[in-house]
């Protein structure tokens, strides 16, 4: 049985929103409407935005940072690639998971 996508965190950023891709750990840009998306990346896999109410820690820009030059030599050399993925505990959720709320 395949595992439901996972609910990833969605940051708001004035018109979009902004997504730690669990898949390849770089950013990607989606729109507020909430629910399900393929991700912007070779890897392609879905996902689920959560609303959240805070900007994005920059513990995950600094992973990402790192895992967009991980991934790029992971495609120039092949091999296996498996992201950096920092701890997500502690993040907070819009209550209302239904819609991105604006500051
Ligand atoms: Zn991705």
């Known amino acids: 049985?395949?595992?439901p996508p996972p609910l990833v965190p969605a940051?708001?950023?004035?018109?979009h929103v902004e997504v730690f891709c669990p898949w390849c750990g770089t950013i990607h840009i989606h729109g507020?409407?909430?629910?399900g998306r393929t991700s912007h990346c070779l890897i392609g896999r879905e996902y689920t935005l959560a609303p959240t109410l805070a900007p994005m820690p920059?513990?995950?820009?600094?992973?990402?940072?790192?895992?967009?030059?991980r991934l790029s030599n992971y495609l120039d050399r092949g091999g296996e690639y498996t992201p950096i993925?920092?701890?997500?505990?502690?993040?907070?959720?819009?209550a209302n998971d239904g819609g991105v709320q604006h500051a």
């Open 1 to 3: 049985m395949t595992p």
């Open 11 to 15: 940051y708001i950023v004035r018109e």
């Open 32 to 35: 507020t409407a909430p629910g």
């Open 58 to 69: 920059e513990e995950l820009r600094r992973a990402a940072a790192t895992n967009r030059r």
């Open 85 to 94: 993925l920092p701890d997500l505990d502690g993040i907070q959720y819009d």
